[in-house]
């Protein structure tokens, strides 16, 4: 089974320009989703999947492939499922594991823990995210609680499964299948909701995400 890590990175973030190469302790923020992944041991390739050749140094750095994707892919209105489908036709594999570059305090022990559960419940798809108990809303309508009942506590309440995206993880020929019927595949067939802890959970679309990150890091390398 071959098991391939793609880390994507856009050198056009809107929200907060050039976010991937914004240093961190040090070390440019997408270089903890390579560290992670190449730590894991769980991976036979770890390839950085960017958009400009600016990727490239950060790929040679941490000693892992890079890839170009096309550059109808790096703009603001491409769509994940198209560049998963373009990384896939390039390099196969039987498993393609998207880590999330912007996710710094997901360590190389969650990384292995959501790809061995992955394969351990044979899923065709799956994104990590965490168990919320709270009351919660649709356009003002109540999900996991009744208003016509007294105030449910929350412990009682049915949680709902909130997406981190640190990981996500597809089949390569299931992926295929779904989006060469549909030309859309992220969530499908036996779909996987694989929890991680509140550190992984946490992703950098904000300056000001980076200093709440910035604080928390000792917490999770705590010998740095």
Same mark, same amino acid.
């Given at each position: 089974m071959k098991i391939i890590a793609m880390v994507p990175g856009r050198f056009g973030s809107e929200r907060f320009k050039k976010k991937n190469f914004s240093n961190l302790k040090g070390s440019p923020l997408m270089s903890y989703a390579l560290n992670s992944s190449i730590e894991s041991k769980v991976?036979? /390739?770890? =390839?950085?999947n960017g958009d400009t050749d600016d990727f490239k140094k950060i790929a040679d750095s941490y000693n892992v $492939?890079?890839?170009? %994707?096309?550059?109808?892919? &790096?703009?603001?209105? +491409?769509r994940s499922d198209d560049v998963v489908y373009d990384? =896939? /036709?390039?390099?196969g594999g039987d498993i393609i594991v998207?880590?999330?570059?912007?996710?710094?305090?997901? @360590?190389?022990? @969650?990384? /292995? *823990?959501?790809? $061995? $559960?992955?394969?351990d419940y044979n899923y065709d798809s799956a994104i990590t995210g %965490? *168990? =919320?108990?709270?009351h919660t809303n649709i356009d003002n309508h109540p999900v996991n609680y009744d208003l016509n009942n007294k105030? +449910? *506590?929350t412990q009682d309440l049915n949680p709902i499964f909130l997406f981190s995206y640190s990981i996500m993880i597809w089949k390569t020929s299931s992926f295929l299948d779904k989006?060469? /019927?549909?030309?859309? +595949?992220? =969530?499908? &067939?036996?779909? &996987? $909701?694989i929890e991680v802890d509140f550190f992984s959970s946490l992703t950098v679309k904000y300056e000001h995400d980076l200093e709440i990150i910035r604080e928390l890091y000792p917490l999770v390398y705590n010998d740095k």
């Open positions: 991976f036979d /390739k770890v =390839i950085l $492939e890079f890839y170009k %994707r096309p550059s109808y892919l &790096g703009t603001s209105e +491409a990384f =896939i /036709k390039k390099f998207w880590v999330n570059p912007i996710c710094p305090l997901m @360590t190389s022990k @969650t990384v /292995k *823990k959501v790809v $061995e $559960e992955f394969i %965490r *168990k =919320i108990y709270a105030f +449910a *506590k989006y060469e /019927k549909d030309k859309s +595949a992220f =969530i499908f &067939g036996e779909f &996987g $909701e």
